[in-house]
């Protein structure tokens, strides 16, 4: 099993920043692939970005790419996503997700078999 606790979020302008944290526990940290997922009020799930168990492979939504950055330090089990340049249509709950194995570029919710509770990010024009 692989716990996983997001912080970070919270009441930003647009065009400000923000870095959410994702801290694991349960299992070796390196041997996770991390992904960042969010989802708008009445709108589905949707892949932010994923990061691979060394950190040397990214992968972004087109929608944040330039703008939001993944990085992890398996030393202190936590993956970070850092995001800048936010805009009102950024705002969501945003979900940490791993999952077990190679890296395979994941973008799917259902790849991944772990999930954390969410935290909210509200981007205010």
């Known amino acids: 099993q692989v716990q996983l606790v997001e912080s970070g979020g919270g009441l930003v302008q647009a065009g400000g920043s923000l870095r959410l944290s994702c801290a694991a526990s349960g299992r070796t940290f390196g041997s996770l692939t991390m992904g960042w997922f969010r989802q708008a009020p009445g709108k589905e799930r949707e892949f932010v970005g994923a990061?691979?168990?060394?950190?040397?492979?990214?992968l972004y939504a087109d929608s944040v790419k330039g703008r939001f950055t993944i990085s992890r330090d398996n030393a202190k089990n936590t993956v970070y996503l850092q995001m800048n340049s936010l805009k009102p249509e950024d705002t969501a709950q945003y979900y940490c997700a791993a999952n077990i194995g190679t890296w395979i570029a994941e973008t799917r919710v259902t790849g991944y078999a772990y999930w954390g509770q969410g935290t909210q990010v509200t981007v205010s024009s």
């Open positions: 990061l691979s168990r060394s950190g040397a492979i990214t």
